[in-house]
């Protein structure tokens, strides 16, 4: 019975080290510490904890996704995770900043490899989320994307998803 159970461990312990994680892993796109009052060093990110401990609450691994980074380094990490967060905060959205541009360049690679049918999410929240629509409209002034609504606080609208074909929203018009 003793060696029975010392296989039974042995094989547990071998397959948990041989399969692969389960969790999904998230890059969160960092934003420049100096925005938030940091001593200005070479190189310095922030991302607030409250995002980082809610997505692992959600039970993702989550990893940091470097705005300085070079499209090389971009392509190595995200071939690597299932999808990204962009957070809210504090950067200057402009096209030719290298914070906007590398976020575009994630936007074509989620939607490159959505194109090919393997799907790669990204969840923008506040600042993230005005910096998409403003990458997404093309536009070259974000002033003429982004403007300041009136009268519209504490409403809420229902959400209707248009296509079925989504592999994240799919659930949410069945009624």
């Known amino acids: 019975m003793a060696k029975l159970s010392y296989f039974l461990l042995a094989s547990f312990i071998a397959l948990s080290i041989a399969l692969p994680p389960q969790n999904p892993i998230i890059g969160v796109y960092t934003q420049d510490a100096e925005d938030f009052g940091q001593t200005p060093q070479a190189l310095q990110t922030y991302i607030s904890a409250s995002y980082i401990k809610n997505l ?22 995200l071939s690597k995770i299932n999808g990204v967060f962009f957070p809210g905060g504090e950067m200057p959205i402009d096209r030719d900043n290298q914070w906007t541009s590398n976020m575009q360049y994630i936007f074509d690679y989620a939607t490159k490899q959505n194109d090919k049918g393997n799907p790669f999410p990204i969840w923008a929240t506040c ?4 910096a998409a629509l403003y990458l997404w409209s093309g536009r070259k002034d974000n002033m003429t994307v982004l403007t300041e609504v009136y009268g519209q606080k504490g409403l809420t609208d229902p ?12 659930a949410l018009n069945q009624r």
């Not at 600042?127 to 005005?130: A, F, I, Q, R, V």
């Not at 959400?159 to 799919?170: R, T, Y």
Request: glycine fraction near 6%; proline fraction near 3%; charged fraction near 15%.
């Open 127 to 130: 600042l993230g989320y005005e």
């Open 56 to 77: 692992e609450m959600a039970g993702a691994q989550v990893i940091p996704l470097f705005y300085h980074y070079s499209h090389a380094q971009l392509d190595n990490i």
């Open 159 to 170: 959400l209707f998803v248009k296509s079925n074909n989504s592999v994240l929203l799919k």
